[in-house]
């Protein structure tokens, strides 16, 4: 009986061990499935690199595109155009992330195929392990290269339509004159972030540019610059030797005539511009042709160039007008000390102004930030007001029957006045933030002044060289006695007929003519 029963009881272990087999076996199943699901999560987390790369791409390209339709649609709202400057330059640096991501890819690879070596020669072979494993560095690498190189095409579409916001809000500061600018402390803080990152822009663009054309265009620099200095050699002699009479005064004449003294002043100022013009063109010309002024330098040379040309334009017309060191020779009654610091300062101003106009250039070149365009003409505006307030203080009127070294009186009261409103309302301008209004303003002041000034001398030496008694005491006029003599209403006729341009050829004799010429009596 009890062998019955330790047969019975051995026989149900067996049952219930065969009938728990399957039930664990479910259990362990259900229990490692679980394990199992994470490992597909983390494998669906982890996308393909490069397709990740081109859908960012694709969303980068589509905002770029939306960025530029609003540029167009905002052209004259500066605050939204600065708004689109900020995206445009945000959008940038994620495409330059999105690059610079596989850089550690891109080593890893470089490293791997010089570990693996070169591939065999032709006809040679190789571990199909080996080769395998260089084919899909090779394949991965053309893939990246491709990504990237998009991603660089992008980086430069976003940076052109950030340089293009920026030249459309200095285009709308510039044309704008009644536009309101706040220049704060933190203007002026980012005015000067934005000159220091100018500064070494600039001074990397010239350096570079000089050794890429030192090392490679050796040659053609040196034939240009040769021809410019022969060019600039014939300009002088012609200047010396034939136009020299025109624009030199005579030292020796105690009391110029005023016709003398109007055409000297004309044509000391016209003739060395035009020269200096001449000149400029010619190496500008000549810099191009050898294909050696880069397309990236030459808006900055061509306005260095307008720079020199202005302050030396306005140089001439000064000394010419003032002759600050040939009283005999000065057109308006001013005292020695009188001339000169008004000489001094109309240059300084015109350094100023034409120095605005030359930073601008180069901010435009080298697409620097438009607050430091604001705040250069900001400064450039208070510093002519301050010049042209200055002005008004100055006593430069000699008085009548002192000499030219006498102490000089005030200006006349209404052009006193007129010189100090001038220059608190520049001032004024640019501190109530009418910058671009100050800045117009002040060259108006300077360059068109300059020119009308220039102009109304040639005006007023041709109408006191068509007078009567007035051509004869030319040169021209003189050789006119000499080689030609004719009846006195023949000769009337030609002296009344007689071009302005006959204005320069002369030295004024200074003296009584006591005889009758071309029908002219002195």
């Keep these: 009986m009890t062998l019955k029963r330790a047969q019975f009881f051995f026989a149900f272990l067996l049952a219930a061990a065969l009938f728990a087999a399957p039930l664990a076996g479910a259990g362990y199943a259900q229990d490692a499935k679980p394990a199992a699901a994470p490992a597909d999560e983390s494998t669906a987390a982890e996308p393909n690199p490069v397709e990740a790369a081109r859908a960012q791409l694709a969303d980068a390209g589509n905002r770029l595109k939306a960025l530029s339709a609003q540029v167009d649609d905002r052209r004259d709202d500066d605050q939204k155009l600065a708004d689109l400057k900020l995206q445009a330059d945000a959008l ?30 032709a006809g040679a072979t190789e571990d199909p392990v080996v080769k395998a494993e260089r084919d899909k560095l090779n394949a991965e690498r053309a893939t990246i290269n491709q990504v990237t190189g998009d991603a660089e095409n992008l980086t430069i579409a976003a940076r052109k339509l950030s340089n293009q916001i920026t030249e459309e809000r200095r285009a709308l500061f510039t044309n704008t004159l009644l536009k309101k600018t706040d220049v704060t402390f933190d203007t002026l803080s980012e005015a000067a972030t934005a000159f220091a ?11 570079s540019s000089f050794r890429f054309i030192w090392n490679f265009k050796f040659y053609q620099l040196m034939s240009a610059l040769f021809f410019s200095l022969l060019a600039a050699l014939v300009i002088f002699v012609f200047s010396y030797r034939l136009l020299s009479p025109f624009v030199r005064r005579d030292t020796g004449v105690e009391n110029p005539a005023y016709i003398s003294r109007l055409s000297v002043a004309f044509w000391s100022t016209v003739l060395p511009t035009f020269a200096l013009s001449v ?55 001013l005292t020695d000390r009188g001339a000169t610091l008004l000489t001094v300062a109309i240059v300084a101003l015109s350094a100023v102004i034409s ?8 901010s435009k070149a080298l697409g620097a930030d438009v607050v430091l365009t604001v705040v250069k003409s900001y400064v450039s505006s208070i510093i002519a007001g301050v010049t042209l307030f200055a002005i008004s203080f100055i006593k430069p009127i ?31 301008a640019a501190l109530l933030g009418y910058v671009g209004l100050a800045r117009f303003a002040a060259t108006q002041i300077v360059m ?45 006729r030609c002296c009344q007929h007689a071009p302005v341009a006959f204005g320069p050829a002369h030295r004024l004799r200074n003296r009584p003519q006591p005889e009758q010429c071309l029908g002219l009596r002195q």
Excluded: H
């Design 92 to 121: 940038t640096k994620s495409i330059l992330d999105v690059s610079v991501s596989f850089n550690p890819r891109l080593t890893q690879i470089r490293e791997r195929l010089a570990a693996l070596g070169d591939p065999p020669a």
């Design 197 to 207: 990152e100018l500064r070494q822009d600039f001074a990397q663009q010239l350096s």
């Design 279 to 333: 000149f400029e063109v010619i190496s500008l010309f000549l810099l191009d042709n050898f294909n050696v002024l880069r397309s990236d330098v030459a808006p900055m040379l061509g306005a260095f160039m307008g720079l020199i040309l202005a302050i030396f334009f306005v140089y001439r017309l000064t000394t010419a007008v003032l002759a600050p060191m040939e009283p005999n020779w000065r057109l308006a009654p």
């Design 355 to 362: 120095i605005d106009f030359f930073m601008t250039a180069v």
């Design 398 to 428: 000699r008085p009548v029957g002192d000499l030219p070294a006498a102490t000089g009186q005030p200006w006349p009261r209404i052009v006193r006045r007129l010189l100090a409103i001038a220059g608190l309302a520049l001032i004024f």
């Design 448 to 492: 068109a002044g300059a020119v009308v000034v220039t102009t109304y001398i040639g005006l007023m030496s041709g109408q006191a060289i068509i007078k009567r008694g007035a051509f004869a005491d030319t040169i021209f006029g003189a050789y006119c006695r000499r080689a030609c003599p004719c009846s006195d209403c023949r000769s009337g």
